[in-house]
C-alpha cells in the first residue's frame, strides 16, 4: 500500500518515514513540505494513505482535503501540534488523527486501523466519517479549491474561480475554464461536493455551470430554463436540476 | 540635566467652576479665622467690636491676596521652584511678591473707599511700608502651598508610572513566555526532538537544552526593565536556534551588531516579539525560504535596532493585524521607559518584507 506523507517541518516527516519502515505493508512514495506539493503528489501517485499536517503556511491541511476529489479520496491519519478547531472537528467526525510529538504505540493503532479499513473496503470509496469532516470544512473553513489537472506528464491547478462551466465525459469530466478545456479523471458528483455551492450549479445530470458566467437565463417548457453562459455556450437545464436555478431568479 | 517630563497639572490648580470654589471656600476660611483673632484680640483689650468694619475690612483684606491665586498658579507652571536652576526662579519670585503688594493694597485701599467711606485709612505708601513683611510672608506661603500640591501630584504620578511599567514588564514576559509556550511552537519544537533522538542523540540533547534554556530565561523573574543588548541577543539565538531546525534550510537568520552595541541597555524582552513577528511574516506563512536580519548599530546617543525579513511584506497582510499585541506593549513600555526619545517604526523592507525599526536612547539603567 502506498502512503504519502504532507508536512511543513522536515523532522515531523521524518520521524513518519522512520515509523512507517517498520511496517512492510506500507510504502512511502513521497514526502511533500506544503499543500500544492500534496496535490501533485496525490495526483501522480494515487496513494492509499495519507499522513496530513494540520497546520501548514498557505495551504494547510483542511484546504488539501477541500481540493482533493472527494470520490477518490485516499485514507487519512491527521497530524496535529495543536489545533482546538482541529480537534474538535476530529472528534465530531470520528476521524483518525495523531499529535506532536507521535507516539509509537498510537501510530501503529492508527496503522493497523487503516489497513482494517483498507482490506474492508477494497474499492475507492471514501470513507464517510471523511466526508461529514468535509462537509463540515465547508460550511465552516472553506478554502480556496484547487482543481489538480494531470496533462501528459504535466500537472497543473485550475483555480475553481476560473472555472466557466463543468460538462461529463464518461468517467471524466470537462473543465471549461478561460477559453480552454481540461479533462480530469473525477465525477459530477465528486465535483459538486467539492465546490461552493454558491457558486457552482449543477443544472444537468452532466453539467456544472458558474453562476458568474451565466450570460441570461430563459424559461422553457416543463420548468426547465435555457442557460445562456457569456461565451455563447447553450445548455437545457433538466427539470431535475432547476430548483437551484429557480432559487437564483428569486 | 534634562528639563523634567512637563508634567500635567493637578486638577486643583486647573481652571474649572469646582477648583475656583474650592479655593475661595479656603481664602474665605482664612479670612473669617483673622476676623475671629481680631475680635477676640479686641475683647482682651476691652476695646468695642465694630463687626462691620472688621468683616469687611478682613475679607478685602484677604480676597484681595487670593485674587493673586490664579497669577501664582500660573507662574507656577511656568518657573517653578526646583532643584535646578532655584538660583534664578528665587529672586523671580521675590520680585513678582514684592511688586504684587503694591497693586493688592491699592485694590484693598479703593474697595474700604467704596465699601466704608466714613472709615479713617491709611495712604498706599503707609500700607505698603507697614504690611509689606507680613503681605510677603502670606504671598510665599500661598507659593508654597501650590509648590506642595504640584510637587504631590508629580509624586503620585511618578508612582503610578512605575506601577504601570513594572505592569508592562510582566507582560512582556508573559507574551514571551506565551511565543516559547504557543503550542504549535512548543508541539513541533518536541516533534523535532524526538525524531532527533532516533537519529542524531547529540543534536537531540541540544535541542533540548535549547528549549530548557530558554523557558529558564523567560521563566526566571525579570527584577529589571533593562538589560544589556547582549543578553536579549543570547536568548534570541535559543530561539532562532530552534526555529532553525524546525524549519531547517528554510530559513536564515543574519546578525549585524555594531561595536559597542552590546553593551547597549535595551527593554527586557524586546526583541524575541519582533524576531518572532517576522519569522511568523517571513517564513511560517509561505512555502519558501527566508531570511530574517537583526541589525544593531550604536549611535553617539541612541542605539538603531531593526528586525528585516523578506516575506511578502505589508501588502498580503490584510488577513492578520500587523499591529499585533507584541508590537503594541512594545510601543507602551518604549513610551515609558523614553518618553519621545525612543520610536519604533514598521515600515517596507527593500526587496519587499518588513522591516521594523527600533530607536533606543543610550542609558544606564536608573
Not at chain 1, 181 to 197: A, F, G, I, N, Y
Not at chain 1, 217 to 222: A, I, K, Q, R, T
Not at chain 1, 225 to 245: A, C, I, N, P
Not at chain 2, 261 to 278: D, K, R, Y
Amino acid at each position: 500500500m502506498r502512503a504519502v506523507v504532507v508536512d511543513d517541518e522536515p523532522l515531523a516527516r521524518e520521524r513518519i518515514r522512520s515509523l512507517l519502515a517498520g511496517d512492510q505493508a506500507f510504502e512511502l512514495v513521497a514526502e511533500c513540505g506544503d499543500g500544492a506539493a500534496a496535490l501533485e503528489a496525490i495526483t501522480i501517485h494515487a496513494p492509499d494513505l495519507l499522513f496530513l499536517d494540520v497546520q501548514m503556511p498557505e495551504m494547510d491541511g483542511f484546504a488539501v482535503l477541500q481540493s482533493l476529489p472527494a470520490d477518490s479520496l485516499p485514507a487519512i491519519v491527521f497530524v496535529t501540534a495543536y489545533d482546538e478547531y482541529a480537534f474538535k472537528a476530529f472528534e465530531v467526525n470520528a476521524v483518525d488523527y495523531l499529535l506532536k510529538p507521535l507516539e509509537p504505540e498510537r501510530f501503529q493503532a492508527a496503522l493497523h486501523r487503516v489497513r482494517e479499513r483498507l482490506d474492508r473496503r477494497g474499492t475507492a470509496e471514501a470513507e464517510p466519517e471523511l466526508r461529514a469532516l468535509l462537509a463540515q470544512l465547508r460550511a465552516e473553513r472553506p478554502a480556496p479549491v484547487r482543481i489538480v489537472v494531470r496533462e501528459g506528464e504535466r500537472l497543473f491547478f485550475v483555480r475553481a474561480e476560473e472555472v466557466d462551466w463543468i460538462d461529463a465525459a464518461g468517467n471524466y469530466a470537462r473543465l471549461h475554464a478561460r477559453g480552454k478545456t481540461h479533462l480530469v479523471r473525477e465525477t459530477m458528483k465528486s465535483l459538486e461536493t467539492r465546490l461552493d455551492p454558491t457558486t457552482f450549479v449543477r443544472i444537468h445530470r452532466s453539467v456544472i455551470v458558474n453562476v458568474d458566467r451565466i450570460g441570461s437565463l430563459e424559461p422553457y417548457f416543463h420548468g426547465e430554463y435555457v442557460v445562456t453562459m457569456k461565451d455563447g455556450t447553450r445548455f437545457t437545464s433538466s427539470r431535475s436540476h432547476s430548483e437551484r436555478l429557480r432559487s437564483l431568479l428569486r | 540635566m534634562p528639563p523634567a517630563p512637563p508634567a500635567s497639572t493637578p486638577p486643583l490648580l486647573r481652571w474649572s467652576w469646582s477648583s475656583v470654589l474650592i479655593i475661595w471656600a479656603i481664602w474665605t476660611a482664612l479670612a473669617l479665622l483673622s476676623v475671629g483673632g481680631a475680635a477676640l484680640t479686641f475683647r482682651q483689650i476691652g476695646r468695642p467690636i465694630e463687626w462691620r468694619w472688621l468683616l469687611t475690612s478682613r475679607l478685602l483684606d484677604w480676597y484681595t491676596c487670593a485674587l493673586f491665586t490664579p497669577l501664582f498658579i500660573w507662574m507656577a507652571r511656568r518657573r517653578p521652584i526646583e532643584r535646578s536652576g532655584w538660583g534664578r526662579t528665587v529672586p523671580l519670585w521675590l520680585a513678582l511678591t514684592s511688586v504684587c503688594i503694591i497693586p493688592k493694597y491699592a485694590l484693598f485701599l479703593a474697595l474700604m473707599k467704596l465699601l466704608l467711606p466714613q472709615s479713617h485709612m491709611p495712604t498706599l505708601r503707609e500700607m505698603v511700608s507697614q504690611s509689606f513683611v507680613i503681605e510677603s510672608m502670606v504671598f510665599w506661603a500661598l507659593i508654597g502651598v501650590i509648590h506642595a500640591v504640584v510637587y504631590y501630584y508629580r509624586y503620585r504620578e511618578r508612582e503610578m508610572e512605575a506601577v504601570l511599567l513594572q505592569g508592562q514588564l510582566a507582560e512582556a514576559r508573559l507574551e514571551a513566555l506565551g511565543a516559547q509556550l504557543h503550542p504549535h511552537f512548543l508541539f513541533n519544537t518536541l516533534q523535532g526532538i524526538s525524531t532527533l533522538l532516533h537519529r542524531d542523540p547529540d543534536a537531540a540533547d541540544r535541542m533540548l537544552a535549547r528549549l530548557s534554556d530558554l523557558l529558564r530565561r523567560t521563566l526566571r523573574r525579570a527584577e529589571s526593565q533593562e538589560v544589556p543588548l547582549g543578553d536579549e541577543l543570547e536568548t534570541l539565538d535559543n530561539y532562532v536556534a530552534i526555529q532553525q531546525v524546525r524549519f531547517q534550510d528554510r530559513l536564515t537568520v543574519e546578525k549585524v551588531i555594531g561595536p559597542g552595541a552590546e553593551e547597549v541597555f535595551v527593554p527586557h524582552f524586546v526583541l524575541q516579539p519582533l524576531v518572532e513577528n517576522a519569522i511568523e511574516h517571513g517564513i511560517a506563512r509561505r512555502a519558501g525560504a527566508g531570511r530574517i536580519t537583526i541589525a544593531a548599530l550604536r549611535n553617539d546617543d541612541h542605539l538603531e535596532l531593526s528586525v528585516t525579513d523578506d516575506g511578502s511584506g505589508l501588502d498580503h497582510s490584510n488577513d492578520f493585524p500587523v499591529e499585533g499585541i507584541g508590537l503594541g506593549n512594545t510601543r507602551r513600555r518604549l513610551a515609558a521607559l523614553y518618553g519621545e526619545r525612543a520610536a519604533l517604526t514598521l515600515g517596507p523592507a527593500p526587496g519587499g518584507g518588513l522591516r521594523v525599526d527600533l530607536v533606543v536612547p543610550l542609558r544606564r539603567p536608573g
